[in-house]
């Protein structure tokens, strides 16, 4: 995998230098965004992860959230994309409802899979602010150990 060209660090409640790379992406459709929420040192490790994860049905347990601009299609731009790996199961899409954060109306779910994770596809004018909060409030709710609140974002432009 290619490493990312700027890693930045935030809270939730302070996410304008992400929101602004998010905008400049948006504008040339390239590249992509991998954001991960950190989580304290005491927590052990779980299912998912180590040694045999990789042969796991689970995604991991600190989820891997991906936000990736809408791209051009011939003359029309087409949806953005947000995916979430965890290691919390089936039925994410519900599990986030039941949780108090649902997938909003007008997004749309086009996976919904253990181990490849959920993706939502969201209209190319959504805001930036909308998707990365919800983003944020999904990978928070599926992850399994306890997140600290500050988040790493890891961003990669072709």
């Known amino acids: 995998m290619a490493a990312p060209t700027e890693t930045l660090e935030f809270w939730p409640d302070r996410p304008q230098a992400l929101v602004e790379r998010m905008g400049e992406m948006a504008v040339t459709g390239d590249g992509w965004i991998n954001l ?4 304290g040192d005491e927590d052990p490790e779980l299912p998912g992860d180590g040694l045999f994860g990789a ?3 689970r995604g991991p347990a600190v989820p891997l959230c ?7 299609r011939r003359e029309r731009r087409g949806r953005q994309s947000l995916g979430v790996q965890h290691a919390t199961g089936t039925r994410a899409a ?5 949780a108090g954060h649902p997938v909003p ?7 919904d899979h253990p181990r ?8 190319a004018d959504e805001p930036p602010e909308r998707v ?13 150990p306890t997140p600290t609140g500050q988040w790493r974002a890891a961003l990669y432009r072709g």
Do not use: Y
């Open 36 to 39: 991960t929420p950190h989580v």
């Open 55 to 57: 042969f796991s049905a």
């Open 66 to 72: 991906t936000w990736v601009p809408a791209r051009r």
């Open 94 to 98: 519900a599990r986030l409802a039941g």
């Open 105 to 111: 109306e007008g997004w749309r779910v086009t996976q």
């Open 116 to 123: 490849r994770g959920l993706v939502v596809e969201v209209h």
């Open 132 to 144: 990365l909060s919800w983003l944020i409030g999904a990978g928070e709710a599926l992850c399994l």
